[in-house]
C-alpha cells in the first residue's frame, strides 16, 4: 500500500471508523483526486496558458466527469465524502428527496463532517447562516435540484468555488426528467454555472439508453463511466517489451482477435497510430477517437466501432464516455496508464460479454525511466511494478487497490510459469543488446540501427510476408539504449551503455553479420 493510499484509509479510519475501502471506492476516489491534480496544475495559469493546457490534456480530465454505476449498500457516501476532507472547497451534494438529505446530514454530523443543507422555504436568515458556515469551512453542502433553480442562490454558490459536484440517483435525470421532476433537466446547466472540477453521478442501476441520456443531460456526452466491479476474471493481463511501439501494436493488430482498441496516450499518437494501420493494410480499419472532436464526429465514429466485428479504434482515455461495446476482444495501451485504478478501468473496455479479452500494454525501456522519475512510494509507480514485475499481473492490480488475494485466471507471466504459453520473441532492443554483447567491438551506432534495420524486416517477411521496419524505427532502438540506465540485464548493461557511447565518436568500424540472432 502506497503513502497515498495510507492517507486515504487514515481519513476513512478516522472520520468513519472504517478501515477498508473497497476497490471500486478506490478506483472512483482516484479519479476525484487525479482530476483535482489536473485541475491544480492549471489554477496558477493565466487564462490563454490554462485555455492550451485544457485543449491538451482534455482528455485526462474527463476523469472528472464520471457516471458511477454501484450496487445499494456499496458505500458510495465514502466515495465523496472521503475527498471532501482531502479536497480545498466545498463538495455540493444533490439528492432526489428531503428525507434522504435529512438522513445524510445526521450520518455526517455523526462523523464530525460539517455540512449545510440548502431546502425549499428557509428564511433569509437560515441562509445566510448557511454561507456563513460554508464560509467557517463547511466540507458539504446537501441541496436538491429544486432548490438549485433559485437564481439568487446559485449566483450565490457559484462565487464560493464548488470543487466537486456528487449527484445521487442520478438515472433520475433521464427517468423524471420528463416529467414531474422537470427540473433534473437543468441540472446540465447548473453544472456549468458552478464549474466544478470534479462531477460525480451515482446510479444503482442504468441501462445503456438511461446511460446516454444521464451523459447527455449531466454532461454533454463527455461522461466517464465506472462500475463496480474491479477484478475482471475474463480479461487476461500480458506485457509486451519493445522500444519501437507502433510497430509493436501494428504487429498485435496482426495477431490477436478483433474489435481493438489501442489506447494512445495523446492525440497525435492516436490519429498517427491509425494513419499507419490503414497504410500497412492499404484499407482504411483503423479510426481514430478524442475529446476533441465535435459530438456529430464522435457519434460517427463510436458508431462505425460499435458495428464493426473486426475494426481497430485508435484513441485517447476520452474513448468510452458512454459506449458500452460488448466484444472487444483486445484492448492494447500503446502508452501506459498513469496509475493502476485508470490502467484497470480501461483495460476493463474489453470482454464486456463475458467473452476472454486480452488487455495488453506496450513497455519501453524509456517507459521504465519514466515511472522511476515518480517514486516508488507514489500510485504512478505501481504500473511499473505491473510491467516489470516476474510475479502474478492481477495480484500487482489488486495489490494497487488494496483488495483481496487474486486467483490469476490468466496472465503471461502465470501462463508461463504454468507451461501455457510459450516464451514471447526478444524484444527490439534486446535483440540489438544480443548484437553488441556478442559483437561488442564490431559496431557503431550507425552500423547497428542498419544492421537492426535487416534483421526485423528479415523476422517481419518470415512471419508476415512484409517488411515494416524503417531506418527510424531502429534508431529509436538505438537511442533508448543509449539514453537507459539499464536495469533491466544489469550484467552487462552498464559497460554496453559506456560502450556505445565512446562508439558515437567514432567514424569507421568494422563489423561482422550474425544471421543466427533470433
Known sequence: MNEDEDFIVAIAKEKFGIDYL?????????????????????ESMSKEEKENFYKENSDSFCRGRQIVLL????????????????????????????ALMSDQKRRMEESQLDCVVFRGGQTVEEIEENFCRIQNGAKIILANPEVLQNQHLLARLSTIKIKHIAIDEAHCASEWGDSFRPSYLQLGKIIKVLNPPMITAFTATASPQVLERMSEILFDGQAHVVRSESDRQNIHYYVKKAACKKKEALKLALTEEKPMIIFCGTRFNAADMAKELNAFFNKKVAQFYHAGFEKSEKERIEQW?????????????????????????????????????????????????????????????????KFDSFGKNSRQYSMKIFAETTECRRQVLLNALGAEQAVCSGCDVCDEKNGIKEKDEPA??????????????????????????????KYFVKMFGKKFWNHNDSKEVVRQIQNSEFRIQRKFATRICSFLTELTKKNVITRKKDDEIQ
Open 428 to 457: 527490439d532492443w534486446q535483440i540489438a543488446l544480443k548484437l553488441i554483447k556478442k559483437y561488442k567491438n564490431f559496431y557503431t551506432p550507425e552500423t547497428l540501427q542498419e544492421e537492426l534495420t535487416f534483421r526485423m524486416n
Open 22 to 42: 473497497y476497490p471500486w471506492q478506490r478506483l472512483i476516489i482516484a479519479n476525484i483526486l487525479d482530476a483535482y491534480e489536473y485541475f491544480k496544475m492549471c
Open 305 to 369: 466501432f460499435y458495428n464493426s466485428t473486426d475494426g481497430i479504434l485508435c484513441a485517447t482515455c476520452a474513448y468510452g464516455m458512454g459506449v458500452d461495446k460488448k466484444n472487444i476482444k483486445t484492448v492494447v495501451h500503446l502508452e501506459a496508464s498513469t496509475t493502476a485504478e485508470a490502467y484497470i478501468q480501461e483495460a476493463g473496455r474489453g470482454g464486456r460479454d463475458g467473452s476472454v479479452a486480452k488487455a495488453i500494454l506496450i513497455w519501453s525501456l524509456e517507459d521504465s525511466l
Open 71 to 98: 450496487p445499494t449498500g456499496a458505500g458510495k457516501s465514502m466515495c465523496f465524502q472521503v475527498p471532501a476532507f482531502i479536497l480545498d472547497g466545498p463538495t455540493l451534494v444533490i439528492y432526489p428527496l428531503l
